[in-house]
């Protein structure tokens, strides 16, 4: 999983099999956020939220806590496979738009 204005891909299944893991240390710092008050939350298993990005080494075009509107669900922050990176599953959306014949559609 990536979004095209912070980097192709962030997240990705091990052969574990069981969630997402993040993968772009050291390029994008993530934060987990409730969509309605904008406060921080903690990556804990357990803890769902909006992910926010902030790209670490662009320069001319600075990208600070871009909302990706991803609503995600934390499953933990260790894995079997030896990787500590947070691990997620997305569940939804943080509202409710979508995208008909390229148009914003609101319910």
Not at 12 to 21: D, L, P, Q, S, V
Not at 30 to 59: C, Q, S
Request: hydrophobic letters at 35%; aromatic letters at 8%; charged letters at 25%.
């Amino acid at each position: 999983m990536g979004l095209g204005d912070v980097l192709g891909s962030m997240w990705a299944e091990c052969g574990e099999e069981n969630g997402m893991h993040f993968h772009a240390q050291g390029f994008v710092h993530p934060e987990l956020i409730d969509p309605e008050t904008e406060a921080a939350k903690p990556f804990e298993a357990g803890a769902e939220g909006e992910l926010v990005y902030t790209h670490l080494r662009r320069e001319a075009t600075p990208l600070l806590r871009f909302r990706s509107g991803d609503y995600v669900t934390v499953i933990d922050t260790e894995c079997s496979c030896g990787r500590t990176a947070p691990k997620i599953r997305v569940v939804g959306r943080a509202d409710d738009m979508l995208i008909y014949k390229g148009m914003n559609v609101f319910p």
